[in-house]
């Protein structure tokens, strides 16, 4: 069974989470629509070490999980604001 680390309820299996997509940050307010354009459809999919929403069901959290894509290895979870805590 695959399990996920919520930070707030701990160690889970995988069935209670639900992917959220990769954390980007979105451009200026005032960006070009080219730009805009650019966040909303191109991703970079190449495998490495991703910063990833996920959403945990039973607890409605929503938190960033580090995990390298290629090994599908998660290196830590935290809650938005903690991105410096380890």
Not at 6 to 11: D, E, K, L, R
Not at 43 to 65: D, M, N, V
Not at 73 to 85: C, M, N, P
Request: charged content about 25%.
């Amino acid at each position: 069974m695959k399990l996920l680390t919520c930070p707030v309820n701990g160690t889970r299996p995988l069935s209670e989470f639900t992917y959220g997509g990769e954390l980007r940050t979105p451009p200026a307010a005032d960006c070009s629509d080219k730009e805009w354009a650019d966040y909303v459809h191109n991703r970079h999919g190449a495998p490495g070490l991703k910063q990833e929403w996920w959403y945990h069901g039973p607890s409605g959290t929503w938190f960033i999980a580090e995990r390298n894509t290629l090994t599908d290895q998660v290196i830590r979870t935290y809650l938005k604001g903690q991105e410096g805590s380890k």
